[in-house]
């Protein structure tokens, strides 16, 4: 009796710990491609950020045209030069989401309101076959 309870114990901690060791700690906006596209096109101010490294803006995904770059490892002591957005929409970008995610969780922490994390990010947003610079 005592090692059902135990087991029973061990699988309740694991399940409420999985999505915190799989997962990011980024439970805020997300947002489709499709909709980052819509906001581009009708001209909402929005900043695009990529937390990629310099290497990935001229690789095979390319970038979006008009992003702000601060690759992620930079982002919590460079975050000041974005200041302006800290009550603005900002989307953030990373070749997946997982960076992306990471940098959403900085971002809030340093007090930005609007953050949305682009789910997918280049690698969706070239799926969809729309246009990048390289």
């Not at 114990?9 to 499709?34: H, K």
């Not at 909402?44 to 095979?60: A, K, M, S």
Request: charged share 20%.
């Amino acid at each position: 009796m005592l090692q059902g309870i135990l087991i029973a114990i061990a699988v309740l901690a694991l399940l409420l710990l999985l999505p915190r060791l799989l997962g990011s700690a980024w439970r805020g906006p997300i947002m489709e491609v499709q909709r980052l596209r819509e906001r581009i096109v009708g001209g909402e101010p929005l900043l695009l950020l990529d937390v990629r490294t310099t290497e990935e803006l001229g690789g095979e995904l390319g970038h979006l045209p008009g992003i702000t770059h601060i690759p992620l490892h930079e982002l919590q002591q460079r975050s000041s030069e974005i200041a302006d957005w800290k009550d603005k929409p900002v989307a953030i970008l990373c070749r997946t989401d997982v960076r992306s995610a990471k940098a959403a969780g900085i971002l809030a922490a340093a007090g930005f309101s609007g953050v949305e994390v682009v789910k997918g990010g280049m690698t969706a947003w070239n799926q969809a076959g729309w246009p990048v610079e390289r």
